[in-house]
């Protein structure tokens, strides 16, 4: 397998559940991010990842607690979730370390998550 | 506050040529990237520019004017299969990648 795998691609959820989001890199990358992505609205950034140690958090709520064991896995932990949470939540991965203004992202195929 | 524009939607036709724009207003410039997202599917890196004028590949050109703050992606000999969201994101001078929401172009026959 190559690129950036996420896992599930559905999730439905009642506000009181705990789930978990998992993305997975095989692209040798140094940095890991969480997006989430709603209809007709741009890509709010959500948690990054560098070398395995957070380096950006905007503002996110604590209902969503990321994870990053290694420089290949990062989890976004789901509890008492919103509606309004509902969204495509995409993870992406870049090489890290250098040129930041050129550094490209290479995303999953996001999780479409429905918090009812 | 920092914005990009861009059209919401767009309709072209097969083998026709379409343009889609994108303005911005943000604090510093350090580049200019083009996302295309198919539905349901993972965004993909379209195109970067960092200086002006114009960058070609293959059926896609992106252009850049630093001064006037505009890009646009030019899209060649439509195809059915560019049907999908076109991502516009620039990095401001914090590194920081402020996207665009995105332009729906459908393809007609």
């Known amino acids: 397998e190559t690129g950036v795998t996420q896992t599930p691609r559905h999730l439905v959820m009642g506000m009181t559940n705990k789930k978990s989001l998992k993305c997975e890199q095989h692209?040798?990358?140094?940095?890991m991010y969480w997006y989430k992505q709603s209809a007709k609205k741009p890509l709010e950034l959500m948690f990054v990842?560098?070398?395995?140690?957070?380096?950006e958090n905007n503002s996110v709520p604590s209902r969503f607690s990321p994870e990053c064991p290694n420089s290949s896995h990062l989890f976004l932990h789901l509890h008492t979730l919103q509606p309004e949470d509902s969204a495509l939540y995409l993870c992406?991965?870049?090489?890290?370390?250098?040129?930041?203004?050129?550094?490209?992202?290479?995303f999953g195929s996001g999780t479409q998550l429905s918090v009812l | 506050g920092q914005n990009i524009d861009q059209p919401t939607e767009m309709t072209a036709t097969e083998g026709a040529i379409v343009q889609i724009n994108c303005t911005y207003q943000t604090s510093g410039f350090n580049g200019l990237f083009w996302y295309q997202q198919h539905a349901g599917e993972a965004p993909t890196f379209l195109s970067y520019n960092v200086l002006d004028g114009l960058e070609e590949k293959g059926r896609f050109s992106s252009f850049l004017s630093r001064s006037k703050g505009y890009s646009y992606l030019l899209l060649k000999e439509l195809q059915m299969k560019d049907s999908a969201s076109y991502l516009c994101a620039v990095v401001d001078s914090n590194y920081q990648l402020i996207w665009g929401a995105g332009t729906k172009l459908i393809i007609k026959p």
């Open positions: 990842y560098s070398l395995e140690e957070r380096v």
């Open positions: 992406a991965s870049s090489q890290g370390g250098g040129d930041r203004s050129n550094e490209k992202l290479f």
């Open positions: 692209l040798g990358h140094n940095a």
